[in-house]
Each structure stands twice: as C-alpha cells, then as structure tokens.
C-alpha cells in the first residue's frame, strides 16, 4: 500500500491530526493483510520525516526526483 501526499492545513497542524491519519493508513492496511506500506518524502520535509519515523517507519533509500534535484543535493527519501 503507497501512502501518498499526505497534508494537513497549515491552520490545522500541531493538533495530533497528521499522526491520526497515518495510524489509520496502518490499521486500514494491516486490517487488509497489506504486507507493507511505502511512501517518499523530500529532504527538505523535516517534520514528515519525523513523523513517519515516529510511526515506526524506516527509510529503505533515496534517490533525485532529476538531474537538476541531482544538481541541488535535493533528495527523495523512501520508507
């Protein structure tokens, strides 16, 4: 299962929600035997790092999204 382009609203963060939403993501995969869920996030997406890093994921990878990112040291990390 690919978790993808999870956001929540500047005006609504701090609140608790973006680790709600993700600890749903993992009961609704495991609830339907998913053997992993996967997802990417930038270099730069400190506090997402920090999230999915609290919920238990662990990065498997990275790669640039280009020759310009390449260019830039701007990565795309994968858990």
Known sequence: LELKRMSVSR???GRG????LCREVLGFARARGYGAVVL????????????YEGQGFRKVGASYPSLLGRLLNFQ???Y
Do not use: G, P
């Not at 929600?17 to 709600?20: E, G, M, S, Y």
């Not at 990417?40 to 999230?51: C, D, E, I, K, N």
């Open 11 to 13: 005006e609504h963060r």
């Open 17 to 20: 929600l973006a680790r709600a």
């Open 40 to 51: 990417s996030t930038s270099a730069v997406q400190v506090a997402a790092q920090r999230l």
């Open 76 to 78: 795309i990390f994968h």
